[in-house]
Every structure is written in C-alpha cells, then in structure tokens.
C-alpha cells in the first residue's frame, strides 16, 4: 500500500490516511490488520477469516485433530491467489505498522466531535454495522450482505461517499424547488392581478351601461335590470374560476414549502445511513414536486368585459329587444315587429270596410 502518494495527492492528510487506512471488505478502519503475502494488501483478521472460510467450507480449525493442510482464496483487492498453510488466517503475520499508524490516527482525531444517534445495524445481520452503499439496489447495506448476503454480486461503494453524493443532490434540488416557488409566486401574484383587472373592468362596464340606460330610463328600468344580472354572473364566474386556481396555488405552494423544511431537516441528519434510509424519496418527492405550475391558467383577455357594451342608436319601439345577442336576433325581433304592425293595420282596414 502507498500511503505516501496518497498523501501527498490530498490537502487534507488525515482526511486522505483515514482513506488508506479502511478494510476493502468491511469498509471501516481496520481492526488487527494482517498482510497477505505475496501481494501486501491488508485485511481485517475477521474479514480475512471470513472470505478464508468462504472459499474453504471444509477447513476446520487450528485446534482441531482433523486440521487440514491449508487453503487458498483471493485477495479482494488485486485478486491474486493466496496460498495458506495449515495455521489458515492465523498463520498470516499482523501488520504492526498499520496498527501503529492506526493508534496515532485515532490519537490526532480525539478531539474530533462525537455524532450524536445511534448507527442503524443491518436486520439480516443484527451484529453488523450498515456501513456501505449497494449501488446495484441503491439502498444501504452492511459488509456482511456483500461477502455473503443478497448484496454478493452487487456492485457497493463506501456510505460516506454515496452519503455526500445523494446530500450534494438534495441541496440541488431544494434550490430547484425554491425557484419552482417563486415561480408559483409570481403567478399567485399575476392571478390577484387579473382579479382585481376583472373587479375594475365589470366595475366600469356597469357604470357604462347605466350611464346608457339613464338616458331612457323609464322604458329600459327593467331591462336594466336583467343585463347588469347577467354582468354580475359573468363577474362571479371569473371571479370563482380565478379563486379556485389561486387556492390551488396557495396549496401547491404550502405543499412545496413543508417539503423544503423537511429537506432541509433532512441535511441536518449528521448519521449517513440514517439519512439515505428515506433520501431518494425525499428526492423523488421534491423532483415531482419541482415539476408544478402545471396548474390551469387564465386566458390572454379574460379579464375583459368588452362584450358587454350596447350601442343604444335605436327607435325607443325597439328597447325592449336590447340584449347582449347577435344582430341578426335583433334584426328577426324587429322584421317580427315589422309583420305584427303591419298584420295590425291591415285589420283595422278590413274593419272600416
């Protein structure tokens, strides 16, 4: 193991020795390291014993009578073939070095802060620590899955590099969602906006038309009436329709907003494992829910009132036929009139006869 050119490639020397000094199979700092010849790579004696007995089920142990010859197995790092004798494990000599090296990290980081709660332990294996990352079924995981358990094909990654990674992608997506927040904000605005355009607009349409019907008051009273009814209908349902789509706003936005404080209560979990437990579905969550505005809009014009303007050049016989049709209605009522009239005085000629 080089542990100079890993130094001097880190500015950082404890951070880059805590790197080399970490087991490949359990992936936490070694505990009793050996060296296996001729290779040099280290091990955990446990880790070493485990993989030993893996590759040899029939190996009994030092003790016994029926002891074997030896064994042999592959170094997990660069996969060459180590020979045993018939000591097994114990017959491997222990890296003093390391565990001197070891001693005076530990030494250096005792001043470091303690983490608070308690590390998650894996349910198939109650002794063993969730301590690494299965990138194969992203979910966290301990060493013992990954030498023998369901994770033995996968392919893991240490939990405090996946831990940054995914951490680094929920502070991304809160600032996505952020954004997302102001948009929805801004469109709040625009709606509260149109809202009060459609108020002012129905306000002066109304002032319009009374102005109009003030002039042929007594005949258009009723009239009156029935068409400021129907502004005021129209009013309310532009009215409802823009307070329906701000309330469903406002809760996208409530809704956005309870998951931003959620995520950020989640970056401030100090235990790695803890955190990737419900990390990806905090990230899912935020990514379907940065993808709102999705809600409907208001038409370009909808807070106009134009249509309901008159044009009151008309004979006074023909006022009580205002409405806000076509017209080609106005022109059928007044060729009715026309044929009533005229059916009226062809009567009263036959009757003088």
């Known amino acids: 193991m080089d542990y100079k050119s890993g130094l001097i490639q880190d500015g950082n020397p404890l951070e880059n020795l805590e790197k080399q000094l970490i087991c490949p199979i359990c992936l936490e700092m070694f505990t009793k390291p050996v060296v296996i010849l001729p290779c040099q790579h280290n091990l955990c004696r446990k880790c070493a014993s485990d993989i030993f007995q893996a590759a040899n089920p ?9 002891s ?18 018939r000591h ?3 017959g491997l000599q222990r890296n003093l070095l390391v565990e001197n090296i070891i001693d005076i990290y530990k030494q250096e980081c005792s001043s470091r802060p303690l983490q608070k709660g308690r590390h998650p332990m894996c349910k198939e294996h109650e002794d063993e620590k969730i301590n690494i990352y299965c990138l194969t079924c992203e979910t966290p995981t301990c060493s013992m899955c990954k030498v023998f358990g369901a994770h033995k094909a996968c392919e893991v990654a240490p939990l405090q590099s996946v831990f940054q990674g995914q951490k680094t992608e929920l502070s991304n997506c809160i600032s996505m969602l952020v954004a997302g927040n102001d948009r929805v ?26 102005r109009k ?15 400021l009814q129907q502004i005021t209908q129209e009013q309310e349902e532009k009215l409802s329709f823009i307070e329906a789509l701000t309330q469903q706003y406002r809760e ?18 100090p235990g790695g494992a803890i955190f990737l437990l419900s990390a990806k579905q905090l990230i899912k969550s935020i990514v379907e829910a ?28 023909t006022l009580r036929a205002i409405s806000f049709g076509t017209d080609e209605e106005e022109e059928e009522y007044i060729e ?18």
């Not at 005229?342 to 003088?352: D, L, N, Y």
């Open 58 to 66: 029939y190996w009994t142990n030092r003790g016994s009578s029926m």
């Open 290 to 317: 940065s993808k709102g505005c999705q809600l409907g809009k208001t038409e370009q014009g909808f807070e106009n009132m134009d249509y309901f303007t008159l044009d009151l050049e008309h004979i006074a016989e």
């Open 88 to 90: 097994g494990v114990y």
């Open 68 to 85: 074997m010859s030896g064994g042999r197995f592959r170094c997990p790092t660069c996969r060459h073939e180590v020979i045993m004798d």
């Open 252 to 269: 996208q936005l409530d809704k956005s907003t309870k998951l931003v404080e959620k995520a950020i209560q989640s970056l401030d979990e």
């Open 336 to 353: 009715e009139e026309d044929q009533e009239e005229e059916g009226s005085t062809e009567g009263k000629e036959e009757g003088h006869q």
């Open 213 to 227: 019907f003030d002039m042929l008051y007594t005949i258009l009273d009723e009239k009156k009436s029935e068409l």
């Open 185 to 210: 904000q801004t469109i709040i605005t625009q709606l509260e906006d149109s809202s009060r355009v459609t108020k002012e607009n129905s306000h002066q349409a109304k002032e319009q038309l009374s």
